[in-house]
């Protein structure tokens, strides 16, 4: 595996950690181990769901986006707005009060992202019809549970719907019309996201089931918020008009919109990324075989629950919610769109970054060793050691990144016996 495949948008803050136990104990692929009283992250094991952001209480875990500043490095910019933007704002009944401030922040254009998840809903709703023998299918906007799959649910990557996410339609849609109004070259504008969780950015370094993404920058939610707020009241009284959205493409900020948006009852939603593995384990044992669709958000809400938004992510919730009643239910129809540029060009293929040797003979042979030290182990799973679970701290072992002796309960009985040693020495004497 090459280096670039390991790409995170979530990194430590060595000087604000602590070393407690809290991040070890959330993280839902146990990609963090203490070790000399610092966390550190295993990249190859992290799937960027920001768990350890919002747990941590050292704020000692952040995640990595690009400055505002980014938008001098173009000549002329695109925003693209999450859908979960629209729900931070109190008392909001018009989007385009947000899409003029984001102009008067400083970009030149904007496209929302729920216009291309509109579309992909319409695009998704003919796959499932016409692809009936694939159901389940599993949603495939949230990269922390694409990546989830990959390394952790390998034979549930068939069940991926092979779409691309709105975010990357809107960015190519972004990009073309952008060049068509201003003339200007694909490498002078830039088309920045504006995101409430780190996993997009880390989505648009290494796509999944796209060879490139169209995305150039990726922004948070919480950045841009204090100066919308000001730039917001400004444009109450003006009339200029950016929405081409509706109730489908809004409602994709929340838990089931994403779902909803494909005008069926056949389907399942979990948000919440202990959900979402529950939800996983489940379908692994054929336990959902009647259903079309299966949507997950890592995040509990859904998208408005990112750690790079400022509102309860419920409370967005509903906010989108109360939005919805002004809007049609969708601005955007495919018709007889091409639309081949929507689906993935590139497979999502496992990645064993979990297994313990480099062929099967060699993986049951430290399985074994695993089993034989997990025995010996107190089981208690207390976290001490610095690894999330006994098992954990015996794979990290086997990997030789740890000793038995991190156990205290093994550096315990190992003190006693030298204290037994020297007593014994001292009789003699």
């Not at 841009?224 to 917001?232: K, Q, T």
């Not at 959900?275 to 079309?292: A, H, M, P, T, Y």
């Not at 919730?317 to 919805?324: C, P, S």
């Not at 049609?328 to 497979?347: A, F, I, R, T």
Request: charge should be negative.
């Amino acid at each position: 595996m090459s280096e670039n495949e390991f790409v995170n948008s979530v990194r430590l803050d060595s000087n604000k950690c602590m070393g407690c136990i809290n991040c070890i104990k959330r993280c839902p692929t146990q990609a963090i181990r203490v070790r000399n009283g610092k966390a550190q992250i295993i990249k190859e094991f992290c799937i960027d769901c920001g768990e350890c952001i919002r747990i941590c209480p050292h704020h000692a875990k952040l995640a990595t986006y690009d400055p505002l500043v980014v938008l001098n490095k173009y000549e002329y910019t695109v925003a693209l707005p999450a859908p979960s933007l629209y729900g931070q704002f109190n008392n909001l009944d018009d989007v385009n009060i947000i899409l003029r401030a984001l102009i008067k922040l400083g970009f030149n254009d904007v496209y929302e992202v729920s216009k291309a998840a509109e579309e992909v809903s319409e695009l998704s709703r003919r796959y499932i019809q016409e692809h009936p023998e694939k159901r389940p299918f599993i949603s495939s906007a949230c990269p922390s549970v694409v990546r989830l799959i990959q390394v952790r649910f390998p034979n549930l990557i068939e069940h991926l719907l092979p779409i691309a996410a709105p975010i990357e339609v809107a960015a190519a849609a972004a990009r073309k019309k952008a060049m068509e109004k201003t003339g200007l070259p694909a490498e002078e504008i830039g088309i920045v996201f504006i995101s409430p969780c780190p996993a997009k950015k880390t989505a648009t370094k290494r796509p999944l089931g796209t060879s490139k993404s169209e995305v150039d920058a990726v922004v948070a939610i919480k950045e841009v918020y204090p100066p919308l707020i000001s730039f917001m009241k400004e444009t109450v009284d003006e009339t200029e008009e950016y929405t081409e959205s509706g109730k489908i493409g809004v409602s994709w900020g929340g838990s089931g919109g994403e779902a909803g948006g494909l005008l069926t009852d056949s389907y399942l939603a979990a948000d919440g990324i202990e959900n979402v593995i529950r939800v996983l384990e489940d379908l692994e044992d054929e336990k959902f075989s009647d259903l079309d669709f299966i949507e997950l958000n890592a995040c509990s809400g859904g998208c408005v629950g990112g750690v790079l938004t400022v509102e309860n992510p419920y409370v967005a919730k509903t906010k989108l919610k109360r939005l919805r009643k002004y809007l049609p239910v969708s601005c955007n129809h495919l018709g007889d769109k091409e639309c081949s540029e929507s689906y993935w060009d590139d497979g999502i293929e496992y990645l064993p970054v979990f297994r313990l040797g480099s062929d099967i003979n060699e993986s049951f042979a430290k399985m074994a060793k695993v089993e034989e030290l997990c025995a010996k182990f107190p089981g208690l799973d207390c976290g001490s050691c610095g690894a999330p679970t006994c098992k954990a701290l015996a794979e990290d072992i086997v990997r030789g990144d740890a000793k038995e002796r991190d156990c205290v309960h093994f550096l315990r009985e190992y003190i006693h016996k030298l204290s037994d040693e020297f007593s014994m020495l001292d009789s003699r004497e």
